[in-house]
């Protein structure tokens, strides 16, 4: 049987950070170029930042974080 695992953000903060830097992440890779760019660039830097920032509340947040 195949068990399909989604990241909840309500139980854990770090699944919805996890969830945000890959969607500024590919915002930011098809961002064109200009104006766009950089903000999309601004908007992946926050993003980074929060991910390595953000609590968790279990003791797989670096596990989680390393297989990202």
């Not at 068990?3 to 890959?22: C, E, Y």
């Not at 930011?28 to 170029?33: D, G, R, S």
């Not at 980074?48 to 920032?53: E, F, I, R, V």
């Amino acid at each position: 049987m195949l068990h399909v695992r989604t990241l909840d953000p309500a139980a854990n903060p770090i699944h919805g950070a996890i969830a945000r830097h890959r969607i500024v992440y590919d915002a930011f890779q098809v961002a064109p170029e200009g104006e766009a760019s950089v903000i999309a660039n601004d908007d992946y830097e926050a993003a980074t930042d929060a991910l390595g920032t953000t609590p968790c509340g279990s003791r797989f947040k670096p596990l989680v974080q390393w297989k990202r």
